[in-house]
């Protein structure tokens, strides 16, 4: 069974890796933003998906599933033909702009995120995703090695918060709607659910929040409380109103002392994890969905790989860890002897180097149960529009 692990980035998620990786050190100041006026999102060109039109939500999605003994077949990725909910979605911190917001612009890295981490979903949902002035990668390391700010994050969220009011005037209809975020996009979805959903009508259309890598407090034992007044944790299949939050660790690598994500706050809280492939506890297996392309070698010796994602049955797995220090997803890794696959995939943060604990496997929170994500809104969809269930 090979041992070499494979250098995997996301996509677009290479964010971390690529911001940090390579120069880390270089003194170079993200430079100020130019004054900006709101956002339009009546246009159409602010928005990097939208339905029914070819944007990268429409990519192909095929996928090629690898076995332990190495034979490989297509899973195809079809759109709902006819969806009856909706998926809004605010992408991480992948923008490579020069200044500490981003441009209200489409660009590359972008564009691939959104393909990487939300194109799947339109197997369940119709599709949203607007563009937004986030904060940068230079903004984040000018700020890391104190040389500059963490960029405007009020001008962030007065984007977001914009394009979902101008969602829910012009396109939500009434619908049940589910929202997906990852880092940067999971925090400024949490304010919005703060001020824009929680204890407003519109809450009764909410039919989960995905809160991927980004913590969401909750009291000590208890499913709500602290970030939210009334939205509960996800616990059950059919379970809708709650949220899905977690961030991902190798089980043999736990949150360090100092990590970024995954330790509570103390004072009788905890941060939140729910597992996607077992809302209820305990480990399962997950499926996860990889881009295939640039790192291809997916087993020993070298597979064919001839679509744009890669997919491990039952080789990786995870289950929600809590301590009175940290709670988060272990991810494990199950190749057995004879198994041809690589028994790992490095989805750390490495700077000159070095792995930088903190961050856990950050840059693949939502890949690595990205397929579990998909049925769980799926699941949830159907029990919204049935009526409800739990919740």
Not at 54 to 68: E, F, S, V
Not at 97 to 111: F, G, I, W, Y
Not at 244 to 265: K, L, Q, T, V
């Amino acid at each position: 069974m090979a041992k070499r692990a494979l250098i995997l980035a996301a996509g677009g998620l290479v964010l971390v890796i690529a911001a940090l990786a390579g120069g880390f050190y270089e003194r170079t100041v993200a430079a100020s933003n130019p004054p900006e006026a709101p956002a339009d999102y009546g246009d159409a060109g602010n928005w990097v998906c939208r339905p029914g039109r070819a944007d990268d939500c429409a990519a192909d999605l095929g996928a090629t599933a690898i076995a332990a003994d190495g034979a490989t077949s297509v899973v195809p990725a079809l759109p709902a033909g006819d969806p009856k909910i909706d998926c809004f979605y605010v992408y991480p911190t992948v923008s490579r702009a020069r200044t500490e917001n981003a441009p209200l612009a489409l660009s590359d890295e972008v564009a691939e995120v959104a393909r990487v981490q939300f194109a799947r979903f339109r197997g369940v949902c119709r599709t949203y995703a607007p563009i937004y002035r986030q904060t940068t990668l230079q903004a984040l390391k000018a700020s890391a090695i104190g040389i500059g700010g963490p960029g405007d994050r009020e001008l962030a969220y007065a984007d977001v918060r914009d394009a979902w009011r101008s969602y829910l005037a012009r396109d939500n209809g009434g619908r049940g709607f589910v929202l997906v975020g990852h880092s940067q996009g999971s925090r400024l979805l949490k304010r919005l659910i703060q001020e824009e959903i929680e204890g407003r009508p519109v809450q009764a259309r909410l039919v989960s929040a995905l809160l991927i890598g980004n913590g969401v407090v909750v009291p000590s034992g208890r499913d709500v409380g602290g970030d939210f007044k009334s939205v509960t944790l996800c616990r059950a299949a059919g379970q809708i109103g709650c949220v899905i939050a977690y961030s991902s660790f190798r089980a043999s690598a736990p949150p360090p002392a100092d990590s970024r994500y995954g330790r509570n706050p103390g004072n009788g809280f905890d941060v939140s994890c729910i597992n996607p492939a077992a809302l209820g506890g305990g480990a399962a297996m997950l499926d996860g969905y990889f881009p295939a392309r640039p790192w291809s070698v997916w087993a020993d010796p070298p597979v064919s790989v001839g679509t744009p994602f890669v997919t491990l049955p039952g080789l990786i797995s995870g289950a929600c860890v809590h301590d009175a220090a940290s709670t988060y997803l272990a991810i494990s890794f199950n190749g057995r002897p004879g198994d041809r696959r690589r028994n790992d995939i490095a989805g750390d943060v490495v700077v000159m180097g070095h792995v930088l604990a903190g961050w856990g496997l950050h840059p693949i929170d939502v890949n690595v149960a990205l397929g579990d994500l998909v049925r769980v809104v799926g699941v949830q969809g159907a029990a919204f529009v049935r009526g409800g269930a739990s919740r």
